[in-house]
């Protein structure tokens, strides 16, 4: 069931990139959906399917509430996001089947994810894989190796002639070399210079953990922030960067506006796929920690 109802689309959309991120996301009321990745199998001797990304339902309530996403998202209260939801399920929920366009369908505890959203999560496709068989006893490759050998065991044996008969007597000559200083050392041409830095800038990852510091500072557009966070007061927002500088897993944050609210973030990157790495590396410890881009 489609739905032109922009509410609609963006609760959809918000919904499709929280799963695609590898959230699991608590739908109140009725359950959970948790991103999932099937590990290979074999169909036959010469082929496997690949490690394949899917989504799975719970009728458990666990993860982190659309209701709170919703409202991080539009930088709205909880009870103005309780309503979008309330909205949401009107439209896409119907006898007992749940439809979110572009992402998949809920129905008697079992979801069915879209074909463009399994696009989305698997863009190798389904297919099956060849497995590469191994090679059997190559009787040339044999031969060229004893071939070798014997070979080198002839070369051995004339070399073991040569060292049984007398060596001439031979006359040193006075030589005219003359020693090299090899103590000097050649400076790096700045082309050199440059292609060094130019190497080792590009070593450094594109996730960029946030300046330690504690004034609020403003996001940058288009960018990509690993969220630790967002709080009603900036007091608690500057309590929780001190105790995730605390914690068991250490990490360093600073304090972004976040429409009328305060964001705490350890990183930011310009790549979507630096930040779910650098969220999916502290998942352990911060098992909550999720992905916002900045509009």
């Given at each position: 069931?489609?739905?032109?109802n922009p509410?609609v689309m963006?609760?959809?959309?918000?919904?499709?990139?929280?799963?695609?991120g590898?959230?699991?996301?608590l739908?109140?009321?009725?359950?959970?959906?948790t991103?999932?990745?099937?590990?290979?199998?074999r169909?036959?001797?010469?082929e496997?399917?690949?490690?394949?990304?899917?989504?799975e339902?719970?009728?458990?309530?666990?993860?982190?509430?659309l209701?709170?996403?919703?409202?991080?998202?539009?930088?709205?209260?909880v009870e103005?996001?309780?309503?979008?939801?309330?909205?949401?399920?009107?439209h896409?929920?119907?006898?007992g089947?749940?439809?979110?366009e572009?992402?998949?369908?809920?129905?008697?505890?079992h979801?069915?994810?879209?074909?463009?959203?399994d696009?989305?999560?698997?863009?190798?496709?389904?297919?099956p894989?060849?497995?590469r068989?191994?090679?059997?006893?190559?009787?040339?490759?044999?031969?060229?190796?004893v071939a070798?050998l014997?070979?080198?065991?002839?070369?051995?044996?004339?070399?073991?002639?040569?060292?049984?008969k007398?060596?001439?007597?031979v006359?040193?000559?006075?030589s005219?070399?003359?020693?090299?200083?090899?103590?000097?050392?050649v400076?790096?041409?700045?082309?050199?210079?440059?292609s060094t830095a130019?190497?080792?800038s590009?070593?450094?990852?594109a996730?960029?953990?946030v300046?330690?510091?504690?004034?609020?500072?403003r996001?940058?557009?288009?960018?990509?922030?690993?969220?630790?966070?967002?709080?009603?007061?900036?007091?608690?927002?500057?309590r929780?960067v001190?105790?995730?500088a605390k914690?068991?897993?250490p990490?360093?944050?600073?304090i972004?506006?976040f429409?009328?609210?305060?964001?705490?973030?350890?990183a930011t990157?310009?790549?979507a796929?630096?930040?779910n790495a650098?969220?999916q590396a502290h998942?352990?410890?911060?098992?909550?920690?999720?992905?916002?881009?900045?509009k």
């Open positions: 069931m489609q739905s032109d509410m963006e609760v959809n959309r918000l919904v499709g990139d929280l799963l695609a590898g959230e699991r996301l739908l109140p009321g009725i359950g959970s959906l991103a999932v990745t099937r590990p290979a199998y169909v036959s001797k010469k496997v399917i690949p490690p394949l990304r899917g989504v339902f719970s009728s458990r309530e666990q993860g982190l509430s209701v709170d996403r919703i409202a991080v998202a539009a930088a709205c209260t103005e996001s309780e309503e979008v939801y309330r909205r949401w399920l009107s896409t929920q119907q006898e089947v749940l439809t979110i572009g992402v998949g369908v809920l129905k008697q505890h979801f069915t994810v879209d074909e463009a959203f696009r989305r999560l698997n863009p190798g496709g389904r297919k894989i060849a497995v068989r191994r090679r059997r006893f190559d009787w040339m490759i044999a031969l060229g190796v070798i014997v070979a080198g065991g002839i070369a051995w044996y004339g070399y073991q002639l040569m060292q049984q007398p060596m001439p007597q006359q040193p000559v006075e005219t070399y003359t020693p090299v200083d090899t103590t000097a050392v400076a790096p041409t700045d082309s050199v210079a440059r130019s190497t080792t590009a070593a450094k990852p996730v960029t953990p300046a330690p510091t504690q004034e609020v500072q996001m940058v557009s288009g960018h990509y922030y690993v969220v630790l966070g967002v709080f009603s007061t900036e007091e608690n927002a500057k929780a001190a105790e995730a914690g068991a897993d990490l360093t944050c600073s972004y506006y429409g009328q609210k305060w964001m705490v973030s350890p990157s310009a790549l796929s630096e930040t650098f969220r998942s352990a410890a911060y098992p909550d920690l999720w992905v916002y881009q900045a």
